[in-house]
């Protein structure tokens, strides 16, 4: 048997690449729509993920200030503007494309994320960013064993796992809880979100010789219905830990035979 794969197919769209979102998309603050829309566009200001840019025809509540202040924003340069919904005011929330910008984008504003409180696609919420159309995750089950180490100690080590498969990162290895050596984890509180997979149940750092390593598993005990698969399962993070597949030490992303990518 050959060794286990850190390869893994890269993010194919380039920067400023622009399309139609087939979904009405919404946005809300304290409970009001800010904008519904049937005609957004993915624009992607970076490749890892698009943002959403919503005809300006689509506001529904709120006014947008502007701040008088121009930035390139990967697809060209847009103005941005305060957006005021009755008492809230959200300061530099919005981006308006200006006319230097591709002309599918004149006549949209793209939201910074965090500036609004609730985004929708069609009833379902979204979190973290838009989901990107050329993106997928597939779960797998497999007999490939799992085992894990830290500074030469034991963490878990599994017969067999489901294997996560995410455009653009490593592939992740979820295992049973029985198999994990839960007296060498500490529990940590830090929780993080997922568009793909959802938000994070728990996680667990290791003190080890060398010192603490922070938040190196992690598990979704209630994943998005693409990911249900790792339901309860934990994986641990390549890149920190010492990551044996069928008995042969993968190479940490970021080595020579490996790519860095975040979780």
Known sequence: MTSESVLHPSLIVPVG?????????????????????RRALYVWEWRAYPQFSIPLADLVDGTLVDDEHIEHHGAGPARRHTLQVGSEVRVGAAWVWDEDAPKSLQGTVRFEWDALDAWFEEDEPVFVHPRSPY??????RSSSSVRVEVDGVLL?????????????????????????????????????HCPYKGT????????????????IAWAYDFPTIHANRIA????????????????????????????????
């Open 17 to 37: 690449h622009v399309e139609p979102v087939p979904r009405r998309i919404r946005g809300l603050i304290g409970g009001q729509v800010v904008f519904d829309s």
């Open 135 to 140: 993106s997928r995750v597939d779960t797998l």
């Open 156 to 192: 878990a080590d599994a017969p067999n796992c489901v294997k996560l498969f995410e455009t653009g990162l490593p592939t992740r290895y979820y295992i049973e809880r029985m198999y994990v050596d839960w007296t060498r984890l500490r529990h940590s509180d830090t929780v993080t």
């Open 200 to 215: 994070t149940s728990d996680y667990w750092s290791f003190d080890g010789e060398t010192g603490p390593h922070e938040d």
């Open 232 to 263: 309860g399962l934990v994986a641990f993070y390549n890149e920190h830990v010492d990551l044996y597949i069928d008995g042969v030490l993968l190479p940490r992303p970021g080595d020579p035979a490996g790519g860095t990518a975040p979780k």
